[in-house]
């Protein structure tokens, strides 16, 4: 890359940013997704953590067919699952609930959120960000729970230039290497492929300032990385100490209902959905009985609560 032209550089960055577009209106159709409504971010939400600050940030909300949510389940358990609960049981319509922690002279951001290319009700964390009185530029570091397109391509604005100049980026060293492989964008299904391509966009932009990690490393003081994996090949979630600690999921868990109740249940969503289901039943039991805080990226806003036994399963309990 060192003796590539400045032209040459710029006219691949515009065919990823092409392929990239078209790609994610192809995925669209193939997801049968809706239209994209205006939404409104909610206010941020703040928690004091020991000596450290939490605040969540809404990076708006997801819109996701339930035959690409849960395309294994037939549809009259779906609807019995559901229903009780008043929800629709033709789609999912998760938030997507952004981290950002304060402790000492560090400014955390948990993900990036989906930037202006993926579905308009996200993207939102601009916006929040300037709710909660912060400036992208103070942003110290960015730790990513994976590399899905609502999770990491709030990188870059629309016009491909990076959001959070001073940051260091911290991803799971398993998780960066299966998004650049050779192989995975052939092996991938067609309506995911916009998903690598994206993320290859993203990564790249990215890599000067990467930092990659294995499970258990402290990747930034008092913050502990976590091997969450099965909805990604290197997933992982975030165990933030201090007080009483708290848990950053991102998509182990990733519906209040569906995952606490059902979390034998396999998500289309994870790309491998036995690996899936077996963490999310392990995680929900380790957090039960640790009586452990979460913050989980799809959960409702503000997504702050607690994992409680429900007959032979789960419940989440809010906590704020």
């Not at 940013?17 to 971010?41: D, I, K």
């Not at 050779?182 to 299904?189: F, K, N, R, S, V």
């Amino acid at each position: 890359m060192g003796n590539e032209s400045e032209k040459g550089r710029s006219d691949r960055m515009v065919w990823n940013r092409r392929r990239v577009l078209g790609a994610v209106a192809a995925a669209a159709a193939v997801c049968g997704l809706p239209g994209r409504p205006a939404f409104a971010a909610p206010a941020p939400v703040k928690l004091a953590l020991g000596d450290a600050e939490i605040t969540v940030l809404s990076d708006g909300g997801l819109v996701l067919p339930m035959s690409f949510y849960l395309p294994e389940t037939p549809q009259p358990q779906i609807d019995a699952l559901l229903t009780p609960h008043g929800l629709p049981t033709d789609m999912v319509r998760p938030d997507c609930n952004v981290t950002l922690l304060r402790s000492g002279d560090r400014v955390v951001l948990f993900d990036a959120g989906a930037g202006p290319m993926f579905q308009q009700t996200a993207g939102k964390l601009p916006e929040s960000l300037a709710a909660a009185g912060v400036a992208p530029d103070e942003i110290t570091d960015v730790c990513f729970t994976h590399a899905h397109p609502d999770h990491l391509w709030g990188v870059v604005d629309d016009f491909d230039e990076p959001v959070f100049p001073n940051a260091r980026f911290w991803m799971n060293r398993i998780e960066w290497d299966f998004w650049r492989a050779p192989g995975t964008l052939d092996a991938m299904e067609e309506a995911r492929k916009a998903f690598v391509v994206g993320a290859r966009n993203r990564m790249e932009v990215i890599e000067p300032q990467i930092t990659l990690f294995d499970a258990g490393t402290e990747v930034v003081p008092g913050v502990e990385a976590v091997g969450t994996f099965g909805h990604t090949a290197g997933h992982c979630s975030f165990m933030i100490h201090g007080g009483d600690g708290l848990l950053v999921v991102g998509d182990a868990i990733a519906n209040a209902v569906i995952s606490f109740e059902r979390p034998d249940w396999h998500a289309g969503s994870d790309q491998d959905p036995v690996a899936g289901a077996d963490t999310r039943g392990k995680l929900l039991d380790r957090l039960t009985a640790d009586k452990a805080r979460i913050l989980g990226f799809h959960l409702p806003y503000p997504a702050i609560g607690n994992v409680e036994r429900k007959d032979a399963h789960y419940r989440f309990a809010p906590a704020v």
